[in-house]
């Protein structure tokens, strides 16, 4: 197989032809039930597999929450590997969501799980925490680099609980949250069309001004839909860097399966307004 070309390239060109719409893959328990299934590998498997039908062909991300499959044990992980397997073959760039962060050592094993080419969960980009020092991702930096694949590094999360270590001010003056950006920036230097190493920033946040989101990167923005962010949000939040914005929707396009075609609707108004927030090109 020829190496995959880096990352951000992949990204900015499926952006450029589908559109920036991430959709989560999040079965919770609560969504199996509403979709009918029983809350076991058989119901996983089952919505995995509709959400990858209903639109890993037409979206330019899918972005599978691995603690959903892992609550399963070894069968809800196989399921995991298929999903991303099938998705990828569909057409879609997939993120894992695995939030993983760890000491250098082991990070460089979690790493080696996710975005090694080998590797049976390989994903065209995972998430990790910077929270153990940014320095402690290296060996995922280097080996998502060295195999075509990405970091999404959470640096601004949607959630209100963030704000307590990522806007901490360092001795420095600087947040914990900008310098987090800043590494980012650093590492995408003259990367063209997009450097590979994206960060996590809320769609949920509100104005972010005072932050230099200028990473040349991706920044994958969750909180559209059930977290109360909406596309036409985008703008404010993320100003000039929007271009580079892949928002993410889980519940809100998820809650219109099973059907298929209620899916694919769903997906395709978000993208929609996405693109009349943000523009196209
Ligand atoms: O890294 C993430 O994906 C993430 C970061 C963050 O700051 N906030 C956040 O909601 N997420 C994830 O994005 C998805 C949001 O799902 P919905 O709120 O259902 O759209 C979930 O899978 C979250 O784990």
Redesign the pocket.
Known sequence: MSPLEPFGTRLRHAMDERGPLCV?I?PHASLLAEWGLNDDVTGLERFSRTVVEAVADRVAVL?P?SAFFERFGSRGVAVLERTVREARAAGALVVM?A?RGDIGSTMAAYAESFLHKDAPLFSDAL?VSPYLGYGSLKPAVELARDNGAGL?V?AL???PE?AEVQHALRPDGRSVGATVLAHLAAENAGQRPLGSFGA?V?ATLGDLSSYDLDINGPL?A??????GASAADLPAVFGGAVRNVVP?????V?RHGPDIAALRESARRFADEIRAAVGSG
């Open positions: 989560g999040d972005k929450q969501d939030k998430t999404f959470l999360t949607s959630n963030g996590v809320g994958l969750p909180g559209i839909g059930a977290q993410n929707v889980s519940r809100g998820l």
